[in-house]
């Protein structure tokens, strides 16, 4: 289920999953300052409004550099006809936020995504507050500013206490410093990056041909070619153990000859090759 924003036409629209106020609502103003956020239930639901042409773009979390990947777009990404057109790093800062009254010595319980928790444990077991999962962090920011309860806070984003009206008690409590998001940009249009515009990623998905060593021999000509593989990950297919798909990044443009070389080596062993997205690398990834 979405919710649509007024004022906007879907050519101005970017969808992202949770409430406004979360970090993948950051990321999209972030991007794109002049796109209409729309906040959607799940990713699924993110996705979709771009396929039924709700919204132009999706922003989708990736993974985190704490936490780890973000399985469900890993699944939904290969099978949902939209193609990868950026990259965009968040860095996470997580905010306390509570009533415009209340003080920080009278914060008993903080609520938030129990991700968010796990990265500032720390914080809250030193001042002795007690943890609250909850399903995200700006959806806690909004449940708190209608509480009205100044012994309860959130966890969230500095957009997200602005967006509800909630006093931030304590900046930037997260425990590691480096927590950092990476999100993809989802289009119906497939937009690919200019081969001479700069550093460019190529994302796909493959399965390797049942015979030894497929996997091996498949990487074996991005070794030689001299092709930096920066991510490679596998998950299974429709819960079946012997049913693998990988998920690869790799830097370069597919019309680059070493790139072209190992691809087309790659083909030789697989199954199912799929490129899902050749755009841009971000500044930040440096």
């Known amino acids: 289920m979405t919710v649509s924003p007024t004022g906007s036409t879907p050519d101005t629209t970017i969808a992202f999953q949770g409430e406004l106020g979360a970090f993948s609502h950051q990321a999209c103003v972030e991007c794109y300052p002049d796109m209409t956020p729309l906040p959607c239930a799940s990713f699924q639901d993110a996705i979709r409004s771009v396929q039924k042409g709700e919204a132009k773009l999706a922003m989708l979390p990736v993974e985190n550099s704490t936490y780890g990947r973000v399985a469900d777009i890993h699944s939904l990404l290969p099978q949902s006809g939209l193609y990868i057109i950026g990259e965009h790093f968040v860095r996470i800062r997580l905010q306390l936020m509570g009533q415009q009254e209340a003080t920080l010595d009278e914060i ?160 030789f062993f697989t199954s199912y090759l799929k490129v899902l997205g050749v755009y841009p690398a971000s500044p930040e990834r440096r």
């Open 108 to 267: 008993k319980t903080a609520e938030s995504h129990a991700v968010a928790l796990g990265q500032c444990r720390g914080f809250l077991e030193k001042l002795g507050i007690t943890p609250h999962a909850a399903a995200d962090t700006a959806g806690s920011a909004k449940h708190i500013a209608q509480t009205k309860e100044p012994g309860l806070a959130a966890i969230g984003s500095a957009l997200a206490a602005e967006i509800y009206g909630l006093k931030i008690l304590a900046h930037d409590i997260e425990d590691a410093e480096h927590n950092t998001t990476r999100f993809l940009i989802a289009s119906r249009q497939k937009i690919e990056a200019d081969r001479l515009g700069g550093p460019a990623l190529t994302t796909f998905v493959f399965r390797v041909r049942n015979i030894p060593a497929a996997l091996y021999k498949a990487m074996g000509g991005f070794a030689t070619n001299g092709v930096n593989m920066v991510k490679l990950e596998s998950y299974m297919i429709d819960g079946q153990f012997t049913a693998t798909q990988f998920y690869a990044d790799i830097e370069g443009h597919p019309d680059d000859p070493a790139v072209a070389r190992a691809l087309e080596e790659l083909a």
